[in-house]
């Protein structure tokens, strides 16, 4: 007779056939999954014994399996299973590009917002949404394990125009500061990122109570800012830093944006007609009398007359940048002034113009004026070349004798127009330079004959 023994599990009804099954296995239940070990059970046969005679029909042995309920047992129990993976698989799609691009492809991936690509990272770095917070990376985050390392993001589109070096550095120093306790920068000098030439610094600080030591790169291109942040712990970063640049190359701007250009820049004509100079950045305000029966706007520059700061002065203009680091925009703004004069031709205009400033500045010391120089300043505070092929220029520093502490960056052009020498001068205190000077080099590298 057939010998039959039931499934292990309770809940089934599906009954074996124990000779048809192997001596010893692992059986499955073809019912309800179940797996378990089965081993035959034998009884010793008497000696000299006759084998019982075998009353199964002769054939192929069947597997007698009873019924299946209606529900469609293990088929139905699959489907069920595929339908469920299927469905959570579109939902976890949808949740996570809720929050934007994700970079997780095995192939490039680009996002069209930011005009940015990205090739794939090599194990073991992984996505990581948690590397973004610190440094408010609103592209993307990555995490390495074994040691731990993070790299992270961030971008800013600054519409139709290109950010200005001082807005870049701000939005990386500012991000930085927010990140990280105890912080302390160091410049470094030369570097590129993307084929671009990057402003970039060296950083420790704390973060989750840990002290971490990272680099930190931004750029533009076509009107966006990009920020590339990596850092480890204070013990791991000599062990990774060296796959910094290699990953750094990974990211870089994409073609989106091939056709854009920047607004462009508003022309200040000379009221005698002779020259013209460009405020691209938009910072700069002229100075004018004030209106009669008009409010003056806080960003007026008032100049009853420019003949009031120099004899020979025909504009006079203003730029101010209110400093946003930790959010603080009560203190007061980095200024700089600039003012156009015409002098007699030269055959070296900007060494005349220097001149001439000098002898203006020795006009504000009482008595005998103490020695007064412009030293040429081979570095500039915010990174930015001289402009070439336009006006003589130069960049210059001016220590006072009498004061350590007072110190002024000056940008000097200088162009011939006609029988004269037109000169644009602008300065600014050097702790305020950094921010400031690069309105002060396209003002005065925008200086051109009409």
Same mark, same amino acid.
């Given at each position: 007779?057939p ?16 000779d ?9 239940c ?61 939902v ?11 970079? !997780?492809?095995?192939?490039?991936a ?28 609103n ?20 519409? !139709? ?5 001082? *807005? ?27 084929g ?36 480890a ?25 091939d ?9 200040i ?11 691209r ?10 209106? !009669? ?31 946003? *680091?930790?959010?603080?925009n ?9 003012l156009?004069? *015409?002098?007699?031709a ?12 000098v ?15 412009l ?20 960049r ?10 007072d ?24 702790k305020?330079?950094s ?16």
């Amino acid at each position: 007779m057939p010998n039959y023994f039931p499934c292990p599990n309770t809940q089934c009804t599906y009954q074996f056939d124990a000779d048809i099954l192997p001596p010893s296995a692992m059986v499955t239940c073809p019912l309800c999954r179940t797996r378990f070990p089965y081993r035959a059970q034998q009884s010793e046969m008497p000696a000299g014994a006759a084998p019982a005679a075998d009353l199964r029909p002769s054939g192929p042995p069947v597997l007698n399996i009873r019924e299946v309920p209606k529900g469609g047992g293990i088929v139905v129990t699959v489907l069920w299973v595929v339908g469920f993976c299927v469905v959570l698989g579109l939902v976890m799609a949808v949740v996570l590009n809720r929050g934007g691009t994700k970079f !997780d492809n095995p192939t490039d991936a680009a996002d069209q917002t930011f005009n940015i690509k990205v090739q794939p990272f090599p194990q073991p770095w992984e996505s990581d949404a948690a590397a973004q917070k610190p440094v408010d990376g609103n592209v993307l985050g990555r995490k390495r394990s074994n040691p731990e390392a993070w790299i992270a993001i961030a971008a800013r589109d600054f519409k !139709d125009r290109e950010p200005r070096t001082s *807005e870049l550095e701000e939005m990386m120093r500012t991000r930085l500061k927010d990140a990280f306790g105890s912080l302390e920068i160091e410049p470094i000098e030369g570097e590129n990122w993307a084929g671009h030439s990057a402003t970039a610094v060296r950083f420790t600080g704390n973060l989750e109570e840990a002290q971490m030591r990272g680099e930190a790169y931004v750029i533009s291109h076509k009107g966006i800012g990009y920020i590339y942040f990596t850092w480890a712990a204070e013990g791991n970063w000599e062990a990774v830093k060296g796959e910094a640049p290699g990953l750094r190359e990974k990211i870089k701007p994409a073609g989106f944006r091939d056709n854009w250009t920047a607004k462009r820049a508003s022309v200040i004509p000379h009221d005698g007609g002779s020259f013209m100079l460009e405020d691209r950045d938009e910072a700069w305000s002229r100075g004018k009398p004030a209106e !009669d029966g008009i409010k003056t706007k806080k960003t007026d520059y008032i100049v009853d007359d420019v003949k009031e700061f120099d004899p020979n002065a025909t504009m006079a203009f203003r730029a101010r940048y209110q400093r946003k *680091e930790r959010g603080d925009n009560l203190r007061k703004p980095a200024e700089s002034l600039a003012l156009v004069f *015409e002098l007699p031709a030269s055959n070296n205009p900007l060494e005349a113009a220097k001149a001439y400033i000098v002898e203006r500045i020795k006009k504000d010391y009482a008595g005998n004026a103490p020695d007064i120089k412009l030293e040429v300043m081979n570095r500039s505070t915010a990174g930015v070349p001289l402009p070439t092929g336009g006006p003589a220029i130069g960049r210059f520093l001016f220590q006072d004798p009498l004061s350590k502490a007072d110190r002024t960056v000056y940008v000097i052009s200088a162009l011939a127009v006609g029988n004269k020498t037109v000169v644009v001068e602008a300065h600014a205190e050097e702790k305020d330079a950094s921010y400031v000077e690069e309105w002060m080099v396209h003002l005065a590298g925008s200086l051109r004959a009409k």
